[in-house]
């Protein structure tokens, strides 16, 4: 994780290294989220285009490898425990999806084999009729009722479950309506916060009630340089806002995706 205050700090004395302005920290925290989220979201189209060029063999200089190691901070797997936790809906009593789950990356449905939750892709057993836990494909509303409702080549099967996600409800079907037994997703990061008290009419930083960034700490860099970009556009200094654009641009080039 980032530390916020050494973040903010970094703002602070780049933004006001010629008394351009103060940023204080209601501003500072509502651009220091902002800038989490742009950096979360831009992981997904990174690895989308860093699978579509060849990778090498060295695990800390493989783009695709340090983008997984990023990610993999918000990966998460629910089992039928946590599924049994989710809120239900009314028509279908199909459990809905928190909404701390930011994107859904894999759903499966079935038997949980000798009790492991961790058992993925599990062959069919011969022993029974049923499946064990067999991972979904993930179609959109349409294809999801075209594959249930049409002929019967293409209707889901126990060895060949689909799964559909509408309004956050996961529905799976495996010839029948079930519910999923296990959903691998990303979270959404956690809201950062610079908590301070206030004394001799100075905000002063307040470890306990503050929240790091949810980030990588490789992050550092370039969260300076987004937040300081949407505090110049904030205080209205062209100059600071074009300081941080040019930081950030240079960190995007440090970090090649193709």
């Given at each position: 994780m980032v530390n916020i205050d050494t973040v903010y700090q970094r703002v602070l004395a780049l933004a006001n290294k010629e008394q351009r302005g103060y940023i204080t920290p209601q501003d500072f925290n509502l651009f220091a989220n902002q800038a989490q989220m742009e950096i979360f979201e831009q992981y997904f189209y990174d690895v989308n285009l860093a699978r579509k060029t060849q990778g090498n063999d060295t695990v800390y200089a493989d783009v695709d490898d340090m983008l997984e190691e990023k990610m993999q901070i918000f990966e998460r797997i629910d089992n039928p425990a946590d599924i049994a936790l989710y809120q239900t809906d009314a028509i279908s009593n199909m459990p809905i999806l928190p909404n701390f789950v930011y994107r859904v990356n894999m759903v499966y449905t079935g038997e949980i084999d000798g009790g492991d939750p961790l058992v993925l892709d599990i062959p069919v057993d011969p022993g029974t009729v049923e499946p064990l836990r067999v991972k979904c494909e993930i179609l959109n509303t349409k294809d999801f009722l075209d594959c249930t409702l049409g002929s019967y080549l293409t209707r889901p099967t126990p060895s060949r479950p689909v799964a559909n996600i509408s309004n956050s409800v996961v529905i799976c079907n495996n010839g029948t309506v079930i519910g999923p037994t296990m959903i691998v997703y990303f979270r959404t990061p956690i809201q950062v916060n610079w908590g301070y008290i206030v004394m001799n009419q100075q905000a002063m930083y307040n470890n306990l009630s503050s929240q790091n960034f949810d980030?990588?700490?490789?992050?550092?860099?370039?969260?300076?340089?987004?937040?300081?970009?949407?505090?110049?556009?904030?205080?209205?200094?062209?100059?600071?806002?074009?300081?941080?654009?040019?930081?950030?641009?240079?960190?995007?080039?440090q970090q090649p995706k193709t």
């Amino acid at each position: 994780m980032v530390n916020i205050d050494t973040v903010y700090q970094r703002v602070l004395a780049l933004a006001n290294k010629e008394q351009r302005g103060y940023i204080t920290p209601q501003d500072f925290n509502l651009f220091a989220n902002q800038a989490q989220m742009e950096i979360f979201e831009q992981y997904f189209y990174d690895v989308n285009l860093a699978r579509k060029t060849q990778g090498n063999d060295t695990v800390y200089a493989d783009v695709d490898d340090m983008l997984e190691e990023k990610m993999q901070i918000f990966e998460r797997i629910d089992n039928p425990a946590d599924i049994a936790l989710y809120q239900t809906d009314a028509i279908s009593n199909m459990p809905i999806l928190p909404n701390f789950v930011y994107r859904v990356n894999m759903v499966y449905t079935g038997e949980i084999d000798g009790g492991d939750p961790l058992v993925l892709d599990i062959p069919v057993d011969p022993g029974t009729v049923e499946p064990l836990r067999v991972k979904c494909e993930i179609l959109n509303t349409k294809d999801f009722l075209d594959c249930t409702l049409g002929s019967y080549l293409t209707r889901p099967t126990p060895s060949r479950p689909v799964a559909n996600i509408s309004n956050s409800v996961v529905i799976c079907n495996n010839g029948t309506v079930i519910g999923p037994t296990m959903i691998v997703y990303f979270r959404t990061p956690i809201q950062v916060n610079w908590g301070y008290i206030v004394m001799n009419q100075q905000a002063m930083y307040n470890n306990l009630s503050s929240q790091n960034f949810d980030l990588h700490e490789s992050e550092e860099t370039q969260l300076v340089n987004k937040i300081l970009r949407l505090a110049g556009i904030s205080i209205k200094q062209t100059d600071i806002m074009q300081a941080g654009q040019g930081m950030d641009a240079v960190t995007i080039q440090q970090q090649p995706k193709t």
